[in-house]
């Protein structure tokens, strides 16, 4: 790993952000009440998460996807046209209810559906770390003077995972336990080259830990709508818990940075107990701790898989809690097992735009 700066004559800056979010709220109380068997879990106390937001069919893959691209160019005042390149992410590409779309790729029917006609269309799925290796992918991209900006959009129609686990979870062992926390939606980040003097990406790095793919599964199984999806909780969060520190620690050594530098961390959202218990090994491992707490949106919207660190990032935007010239530390925990952190400088091209909610974009 080199820092960007050194490697590439031109840098990259996350210049906008987007997200689209269904309309319905399902708590988890509602879930749980819709279990087929008595599993006496108090899934809210074990995970924190009290609602997410959930399609009831009026949204899928593709109009959560496009309807979160729309959002991110309407924030950042870039025209579709503009685009170079618009890359599909999601690990669910649903249209037209359960239908897969595997060709044509649901990245070019985004781009279509937008106004991208200039751009080149790929798909690039890597579960739920997808969006950030979109961002990495793209990010060496602009950096070797490929493409000036582009798009990455995932649109996450998985909440019928947790439908489909509700029906066969008996207790807190079973393997499907993790879909009860799913929740659907739609995200977006434009990255384009930066200005001199400007904030942007300052690293992004990756490693797959192969010898633990088998710990989270899912696939389709006959007479069930959509898929099932087996997870061994306990096993794939202590793997994940122990590959991070040193990951993190050449991330920082790289730009000359150390942990008590960046300003605000966002991890998967799996889990806000996962995510504290997490958090507290890689500060006792590293020796030092961010500036601010982690932050924590899985309560209001469940793990919604490659989107979480987009919907995330938006809150904390939001709320004015991210200011100019602070680091980021984006950190991706996926199935397969892969491990991820891309860290950036945040600028005013990003914090200027407005965050009230779109008219397209539920609140």
């Known amino acids: 790993m080199t820092e960007a700066d050194s490697r590439a004559p031109y840098r990259s800056r ?49 109009t959560l996807a496009t309807s979160a691209a729309l959002d991110c160019l309407r924030r950042s005042g870039r025209p579709a046209d503009t685009l170079d390149v618009v890359i599909n992410c999601s690990i669910s590409k649903c249209r037209k209810g359960f239908i897969h779309w595997i060709e044509p790729t649901m990245s070019i029917a985004v781009a279509g559906e937008i106004g991208a006609t200039k751009a080149m269309t790929f798909d690039l799925s890597n579960a ?16 070797q003077g490929v493409v000036e900006r582009g798009l990455v959009v995932s649109g996450e129609y998985i909440s019928q995972l947790g439908r489909n ?4 979870v008996r207790n807190i062992l079973s393997r499907e336990l993790a879909s009860l926390t799913l929740g659907d939606a739609g995200a977006a980040l434009l990255l384009e080259r930066a200005p001199e003097r400007a904030g942007g990406i300052r690293l992004a790095g990756f490693t797959t830990l192969a010898g633990h793919s088998r710990l989270c599964v899912g696939y389709t ?33 790289t730009v000359g940075i150390g942990l008590g530098e960046v300003d605000h961390v966002i991890t998967h959202q799996t889990s806000a107990r996962a995510i504290r218990k997490g958090m507290a090994h890689v500060t006792a491992v590293l020796g030092d701790a961010p500036r601010h707490e ?37 950190i991706a925990l996926a199935s397969g097992l892969e491990i991820g952190v891309v860290l950036f400088t945040a600028d005013e091209q990003l914090l200027e735009q407005s965050w009230a909610p779109s008219p397209r974009t539920q609140p």
């Open 165 to 168: 686990a509700a029906r066969h």
């Open 128 to 143: 739920c770390a997808g969006m950030l290796s979109g961002v990495t992918v793209l990010n060496n991209m602009i950096r």
């Open 221 to 253: 199984v006959a007479g069930e709508p959509e898929a099932r999806m087996f997870t061994k909780a306990r096993a794939i969060h202590k793997a994940a818990t122990a590959a991070i520190p040193p990951l993190l620690q050449e991330v920082l050594d």
């Open 294 to 330: 982690a932050v924590i949106s899985v309560d209001r919207y469940g793990n919604t898989a490659s989107t979480t660190h987009t919907v995330a990032l938006i809150d904390e935007l939001a709320a004015g809690r991210i200011q100019p010239g602070e680091t980021i530390a984006l």
């Open 14 to 62: 996350i210049a906008g952000a987007g997200r689209h979010l269904p309309v319905t709220h399902l708590t988890t109380d509602e879930l749980m009440a819709s279990t087929r068997h008595r599993t006496h879990i108090d899934l809210e106390r074990l995970t924190g998460i009290h609602e997410r937001r959930v399609s009831v069919g009026d949204e899928d893959s593709y």
